[in-house]
């Protein structure tokens, strides 16, 4: 019963991951023509400056962008379970960029943080300050990413934490009542040890989705931009080996850096998640 899906992954997931890591042993030509080289690749990036600024970047994106938007999922996700007058279309309002093309929505993004004639730069200007440029200025490029990124992402993980919070029994809630206990000390004492497993989930699957950001950097800063340096993360500089300048077998090799950083952040989330997921 399972070996359709077996099957399935090991033609599309394993077989892909086997030949990158064979590729990045490799340097090829201009006609698709490829030579083993051994480890010149992972030599070449203890010198590449592009490699470490991008590590650097999608470090920065994930410290930020990880935390705040589970924060930010969690607070929302509490407040649309209470008995509020509309909350099936505050839930549908806030899952809608889930479901939204990521190129649609950095598009019009990149319309809001317009130098020129952007909204948000106008909405400033009614109160008299002079909005800066938002996706061209080098040192505030990557957060007005990142702002994008957590504001499209809290819609998916509000429904996840809706589920785990519902799934909490409200004998919890009335004994600590019965006991004096307030909203806060039953958010942190009850909600939050209760809902651990489901933040543990989350925050795997957000920090490998951080990892992977390409996208909103792909569609919201210009190729030319002055910003670009500080704002490619690694899977970004994947691409540009990869498909501007021909070079796949470094390219592979960055894949194969992405992958062994990936599961070793996973590894230790899963053993560190013994120290503070609580499990009923």
Request: hydrophobic letters at 55%.
């Amino acid at each position: 019963m399972i070996a359709p899906t077996m099957f399935g992954l090991a033609i599309f997931y394993l077989w892909p991951i086997l030949q990158t890591i064979y590729f990045s042993f490799t340097e090829w030509g201009s006609f698709g023509t490829f030579q083993w080289i051994g480890l010149e690749n992972y030599k070449l990036m203890f010198n590449d400056s592009d490699l470490f600024q991008s590590i650097k970047n999608t470090t920065i994106y994930i410290i930020f962008t990880v935390p705040i938007g589970i924060f930010i999922s969690i607070i929302i996700a509490v407040l649309l379970n209470q008995n509020i007058k509309g909350k099936s279309i505050y839930r549908t309002l806030y899952f809608l960029p889930v479901i939204t093309m990521p190129a649609a929505i950095a598009m019009v993004w990149k319309w809001l943080y317009n130098g020129d004639y952007g909204l948000l730069n106008y909405v400033l200007s009614l109160i008299g300050i002079k909005g800066p440029n938002w996706v061209t200025n080098p040192d505030i490029a990557l957060f007005s990413v990142m702002v994008v990124a957590i504001w499209s992402g809290i819609g998916y993980n509000m429904v996840i934490f809706l589920s785990g919070l519902q799934g909490i029994p409200s004998t919890y809630y009335e004994a600590a009542r019965i006991d004096g206990a307030g909203p806060i000390r039953m958010f942190f004492k009850i909600t939050l040890p209760l809902l651990s497993p489901v933040i543990f989930f989350v925050s795997i699957m957000s920090m490998i989705g951080a990892f992977q950001v390409f996208d909103l950097i792909f569609m919201m800063i210009s190729k030319s931009s002055t910003a670009l340096e500080n704002t490619q993360s690694i899977v970004y500089l994947f691409y540009q080996h990869a498909f501007i300048l021909n070079n796949k077998g470094y390219a592979a090799a960055i894949a194969v850096l992405l992958l062994i950083v990936i599961l070793i952040i996973t590894a230790i989330q899963m053993i560190l998640q013994k120290k503070w997921v609580h499990y009923e």
